[in-house]
């Protein structure tokens, strides 16, 4: 999993993002943010397992769908499942190893 730093291939609200099989950051000290860059992880676990397009696809239509839920984008953003999943397990650093697949499908909670 190579660290990328480039800061215009990521949005200027965004520090980093998990673009398959990368993970891009603005700042080069990310990349010795062990939470972050397993929040990140965990992301391209998500890819993976979804054979990365669909996943991008999903991501999109879900942040809609919790925009129209929350009216607000940084809302609708921290309620994506593939969210939850990341932001609920980013401090645990060993959360890949014991994770099961497709284990983001546990947060799909409340998105209809």
Known sequence: MPIVVNKYLIGR???GIALWPFIVVRDPALK???V????ERI????????LV???Y???AIEYGIRLVQYRSSKEAYRNISFEREAYANEENLSYLKKRKPWN???YYSDVF
């Open 43 to 50: 992301h391209l676990r998500q890819q993976r397992e979804l």
């Open 32 to 34: 010795r943010d062990a």
């Open 57 to 59: 696809i999903i991501y």
């Open 104 to 106: 983001f499908v546990k």
């Open 13 to 15: 609200h965004f520090v």
């Open 53 to 55: 397009l669909p996943f």
């Open 36 to 39: 972050f860059v397993n929040h």
